[in-house]
């Protein structure tokens, strides 16, 4: 696909600016904009938007993040443009959505997670919901949503040849990732919190620190795993209580584990789980995952030219999906 990103003239896009660069440019910015073109317009100048209107035909998509409204008023909305262009499949991506008593409220990534209650059921009991180092709704909630609506769409164009509009809610879509605790709370009114589910803690399903510091990911809960992980821990607690509804049980075979755990290092036990099928991994720091033998072989990392220097090349991301023919 061609993509142009269109850039202010008085408010650059803030990733050029983070640190840290390489090679003269911000890493965040290379990754993201790679492989797109990039154009400067003034959005208030009527000649840019005459230039917008006039090559409008010539694109198929539109993705825009402005607060509602902001495009109506620049002239430049799905009802206008779809004039020109009835092709057009325009995708408005906002905080809160186009409606409602939110859709003008600013907001970032970390309270999208609090007002879809994911932030309320995370973390620990006694520390409270944690900060987490990726943009979930950002990006698990409003991008990739956007390009499934966007493909949809594309699709449907092919029988009926009209475009759509989208509208896109990064809190909408993140709470709609709630699918387990969400269809427990609306259906059999079961309240959560941290450390009372399934999978944010409240059962041996969690993390567990060695004697050295470091940690270590348990997630053995089909039977045969369980049974395997009992085995490698000399813990028969582990298939006495590990599927119990029981509390307490719950926190038993917890502590019973962590104490198992502390006896070794994070360097022991990554030798005793290397060769054991039980869903027990070794939590690696971002380095050390990018280093290692699971990134090589499945090509995490590819060398792409700078865009201001094409015989230099750095270091970046791959796209993960493979397929097969093209």
Known sequence: AEVIHIESPSRPDLIRIMPPYANGQ??????????????????????????????????????????????RRLGLDYATLAEINPRLIYCSITGYG???????????????????????????????????????????GGSLHAVIAILAAVVERGRSGMGQ????????????????????????????????????GGIFYDYYMTQDGRYFSIGSLEPQFMSGLSVALDLPLLLQKGASLDVEDRQEVKQAIQEKIKTKSFKEWNEIFANLDVCVEPVLSLTESLNSPLAQERGWIVDVPLQNNATVTEPQLACPIKFSRS
Do not use: W
Not at 30 to 35: A, G, K, M
Not at 103 to 110: P, T, V
Not at 128 to 140: E, W
């Open 26 to 71: 911000a890493t965040a910015h290379s990754y993201l904009n790679r492989n797109k073109q990039s154009i400067v317009l003034d959005l208030k100048d009527k000649a840019s938007i005459d230039l917008i209107k006039a090559k409008i035909s010539e694109f198929d998509i539109v993705i825009e993040q402005f607060r509602p409204d902001v495009m």
């Open 98 to 140: 186009q409606t409602g008593s939110y859709k003008d409220r600013a907001g970032h990534d970390i309270n999208y997670l609090a007002l879809a209650g994911i932030a309320g059921y995370s973390g620990r009991q006694d520390s409270g919901p944690p900060p987490l180092g990726i943009q979930v709704a950002d990006i698990g």
């Open 165 to 200: 509009y989208i509208d896109i809610s990064m809190t909408d879509c993140v709470a709609s990732l709630n699918s387990m605790a969400a269809s427990a709370t609306l259906a059999a009114q079961v309240e959560q919190a941290p450390e009372h589910g399934m999978l944010n």
